[in-house]
């Protein structure tokens, strides 16, 4: 094993395990995906630590339990259709890709999409589109099998909840600092929809 794979053995064995992240599709994700292709040169080092990576623009890359968390509440199955919101590195984008048909990655800046975008075909997954777009220009009408929100928001926007199909999943984290919620948000009907509350977290506000 060369370090990079020894940090990433450990990620998984002491990071992400001990925060209850069992399923095997997910564990096999986080080992095939390499982290350390999506961080900028400077904080290599740090890609497979138990911390927030900055990315530029007051973007960071969320840290890895809460990615390895995220991946296994939302149930993704190989024919889901997934919007990611807030394209970060494309490390998340990447992972959901790998197990989803198909992701749309949205976000507001050109720069973050085009480091994303970059990042995402370097490791060969083609089943990504990147879209310029701010939180408010998400479809209402657009249909989603999984929504993934990659940083916090004060509340849950009600055009990402009509976003979902029924049987959909949302994973977003809500509430104001020091304590937010992370949330997994199902779509059980036309106009009903469950909230479970997953763990608490503090995470800067979507740039979106």
Known sequence: ???????????????????????????STLDQIH????????YKGLAYADCRIPLGNGVSMLPPVIEGRMLQALLIKAEDEVLEVGSGC??????????AQRVISVDSSTEIIDFAKSNVA?????????????????????AYDV????????????????ALKTGGRMFVIVGRSPVMQALLITRIGESEWTTQ?????DLPRLKL
Not at 4 to 25: C, G, H, S, Y
Not at 122 to 140: H, K, M, P, S, Y
């Open 90 to 99: 494309g490390y998340l984008t990447a992972c959901l890709a790998h197990l």
């Open 122 to 142: 370097g490791c060969g997954q083609d089943n990504v589109d990147f879209e310029q777009r701010d939180l408010a220009q998400i479809d209402t009408l657009a």
């Open 147 to 162: 929504i993934a929100v990659t940083a916090s928001l004060p509340g849950v926007p009600e055009n990402l909840k009509q």
């Open 1 to 27: 094993m060369n370090n990079a794979e020894t940090a990433k053995f450990n990620m998984i064995e002491q990071q992400i395990r001990p925060w209850e992240v069992l399923d095997n599709q997910v564990l």
């Open 35 to 42: 982290r350390e292709d999506f961080v900028r040169e400077a």
């Open 197 to 201: 509350s997953l763990f608490e977290t």
